[in-house]
């Protein structure tokens, strides 16, 4: 007689989950602690009019309304993806099942850390499609996830919820990054370093997570991975 998944997987495929959606889902709602970090590098530096303007106490600083107008702008267009793909993206998943839509949002989301990794202030228009795949993956991921909460029948809404808080809770990746680049870690290496995270998403995708879809209610001996 074939043999179900045992609660050691289960436990992992929960586990690894809310990593996964702690640490990448929503960073992108982290976005002004990553806005301290990108102005520090000079991106969008161009955008500062040279001509100063005189603050109440005397002192000349260069107007950098324009600067401000770019990085609220990436901002918008990614949260912005991130909502209105929402649809599409839940068609894939339900159309394709859940290994060819977390292949979309893992090339997704790599995409997007390379790009920012190898952005530069003179090349910060990369963060525009950056952000926007960024988003793009980071929902994909957390609607293949959300399905877990099917694996433990009367606990599956606590543990939908787990998943919804850690989404929001992802936005604190934008702000270690802060913390890292003020001690002296570069923006590149940060981001190749979330870029080579994506091995980490494809083993999980293979081995913790089905090639379709988790049923509900679960039915005996149900195996995946």
Sequence with gaps: MAR??????????????????????GI???????????????????WCESSAILNPNGTLYPDCSGQDE??????????FMNNFMTLPMG????????????????????????????????????????????????ILLILTNMQVGNLFGKYRSIIITLYNGAFD???????????????????RAMFFFMAACSAWHLLRTIFLMPRMHIPYPLPPAYNYG
């Design 4 to 25: 179900g998944a045992g609660r050691a997987k289960k436990l992992g495929t929960l586990f690894s989950g809310l990593l996964e959606c702690g640490a990448f889902c």
């Design 70 to 79: 770019q990085f609220s702008l990436v901002f918008t267009i990614g949260s």
């Design 169 to 187: 809770s992802s936005s604190a990746i934008f702000l270690i990054i802060k913390v890292l680049h003020e001690h002296g870690l570069s923006l």
């Design 91 to 138: 068609y894939v998943f339900d159309r394709f099942g859940t290994a060819v839509a977390r292949l979309i949002a893992i090339s997704l989301y790599t995409g997007g850390t390379l790009l920012v990794a190898f952005s530069t202030p003179d090349l910060a228009v990369l963060l525009f499609p950056a952000m926007s795949m960024l988003s793009v993956g980071g």
């Design 28 to 46: 992108i709602f982290g976005w002004a602690s990553l806005v301290y970090v990108l102005k520090s590098l000079g991106y969008f530096g161009q």
